[in-house]
């Protein structure tokens, strides 16, 4: 019994000495895959904007740019929310940033989700960090020249 308690007890002296990892998260702050949006993203979003394929190999643009295109116009996260919540139900081609995209996968068709749902989704992408790819930037200049040219 003596064997026991001595063991017990050195395992909760070195359990209770052993220094903690820090988490990169502070105390008050979830991870994003804690976020209400994340898994209605997921369901409805990943699928086609998901991933780090190259455009070719893609059926709609990846989220990364949708989310660098409505924040480089929507400098607010209140503006770029409403503007996605408005586009998820009524894509209209007229009102696109990303004519490009538009051309190269067609619009998008609508989802028709509650705003609620709509909502958490938007905030999740201006939430988020998406991985940009490495055929972004070059994918970038090439789309600017062609602009400039027409």
């Given amino acids: 019994m003596y064997k026991v308690l001595l063991f017990l007890t050195i395992v909760t002296l070195w359990y209770a000495c052993t220094p903690k990892q820090k988490s990169n998260v502070a105390d008050n702050e979830k991870p994003l895959t804690d976020h209400p949006g994340y898994t209605l993203y997921k369901t409805y979003c990943i699928a086609c904007h998901g991933g780090t394929a190259k ?15 409505y924040k480089s116009r929507y400098t607010n996260k209140e503006d770029f929310v409403k503007a996605v919540v408005n586009w998820i139900n009524q894509p209209d081609s007229a009102k696109s940033l990303m004519p490009g995209a538009i051309r190269h996968f067609n619009l998008m068709p609508p989802l028709n989700l509650p705003v609620e749902q709509r909502q958490q989704i ?13 055929w972004a930037q070059e994918h970038m200049r090439q789309e600017r020249r062609r602009m400039n040219r027409q």
């Fill in 55 to 69: 455009p070719q190999e893609r059926v709609a643009p990846p989220a990364f740019m949708v989310q660098k295109h």
């Fill in 122 to 134: 938007a905030e999740y992408l201006y939430d988020t960090r998406f991985t940009e790819p490495a």
